[in-house]
């Protein structure tokens, strides 16, 4: 089966096809962090616009590339939830208009667990039962997998996510968008205990991130969150590494926690925030030492991207999942376990 997947949930653009479910022909990426640089952020009006200019480019590009004309599809697969309903609406529109021009099936795929199933397209031999962890600018999520459809939350971020504290923190120490690469180099070789930060971990398995990175804030820009920023390079270089590193170990410590409490072996990471190299290397050591296999993808599957979503849409086409015309864009969607949230610090 082959199928041809859109994502177009935020600022990146793509379209792959992919075979089988594993087989990636195309994968066709049009990114938008240039247009949003000069804002710090993304600009959601921006956003959809670029999308609506760069879908079909962008389509015909992942056919030209897959060497394959649209008949020879299958299938369609498209984020259909969550993220920024309009430029979600934009890659929804072009899935819908395809499938009904060709007549050939849909499926609406969710972005989270499209991140997942990254995982699984670097590494095919992954087996399940695995706990997931996807760490990006928009979600911060902890999962129990039992097969590349069957998806148990067990935690999710109760405020910012990593990605999100990431791109904020740049802001505050005026490194520029987007935040996370610009940290991980800067932080590269420092000593992370020269600038230490608190460690915010619930007792169950969610995330909260906004108070570390509030206290970047306050020790950059004084209680008042009004004085410039005036730190020196090395000053600065000393913040990245202790915010990053109280990040990293939030990550790892709530990673392994789930690990221990599903009787998990595997564990695997996907989003954007899963090319760090600080989150990498401690995620790694970390899960040796307790006997837990780690799987990361290349940053070409740890970015948005629709490859991983035409191979999960496989697996859900293949389960009897597929969608219709009337399959619409859904922006927020719950993936929170029902538990109540006690934090404590470290």
């Known amino acids: 089966m082959i199928v041809l997947g859109i994502e177009s949930s ?38 959809c616009r670029a999308h609506i200019e760069t879908i079909t480019p962008v389509v015909r590009k992942a056919l030209d590339d897959a060497k394959a004309g649209l008949e020879e599809i299958d ?7 969550p993220g920024l309903v309009g430029a979600l609406l934009v890659g ?8 009904l021009a060709t007549g050939k099936p849909i499926v609406g795929v969710d972005h989270i667990h499209g991140h997942m199933y990254s995982v699984k397209l670097a590494f095919p031999d992954l087996a399940y039962p695995c706990v997931h962890l996807v760490v990006s600018g928009g979600h ?27 791109d904020k923190v740049a802001k505050i120490l005026d490194l520029g968008f987007p935040g996370g690469p610009a940290i991980d180099r800067l932080a590269r070789g ?26 970047v804030l ?38 392994l926690k789930a690990c221990a409490r599903t009787g998990a072996r595997r564990l695997a990471v996907g989003g954007g925030v899963a090319c760090n190299s600080r989150l990498r290397e401690k995620l790694e050591a970390r899960a040796r030492r307790e006997g837990i296999e780690s799987f990361f993808p290349p940053p070409c599957f740890c970015t948005d991207n629709a490859a991983m979503i035409a191979g999960l849409g496989y697996h859900l086409l293949r389960a009897g999942r597929a969608s219709d015309l009337t399959l619409d864009a859904i ?14 610090t470290f």
């Open 75 to 81: 299938a369609f697969a498209v984020t259909s939830a």
């Open 331 to 344: 922006p927020t969607k719950s993936h929170r376990p029902r538990t109540v949230n006690r934090n404590t």
């Open 140 to 166: 911060t999520s902890l999962y129990l997998s039992r097969s590349e459809i069957d998806h148990e939350p067990l935690g999710a971020t109760t405020d910012d996510a990593a990605g999100e504290a990431f």
């Open 190 to 215: 420092r000593d992370p205990a020269r600038v230490a930060f608190k460690r915010t971990v619930p007792e169950d398995l969610d995330f909260s991130f906004s108070g570390i990175k509030t206290s």
């Open 10 to 47: 935020c600022d990146e653009t793509a379209a792959a096809v992919v075979a089988d479910g594993f087989d990636v022909r195309s994968n066709a990426v049009q990114s938008q962090i240039d247009l949003h640089r000069v804002y710090g952020g993304v600009v959601p009006e921006l956003a």
């Open 218 to 255: 306050y020790r950059v820009r004084g209680q008042d969150a009004k004085r410039p920023m005036t730190l020196s390079e090395d000053e600065r270089a000393d913040v990245a590494a202790g915010f990053q590193e109280a990040v990293v170990d939030m990550l790892v410590e709530q990673a």
């Open 92 to 99: 929804v529109s072009m899935a819908k208009s395809l499938a």
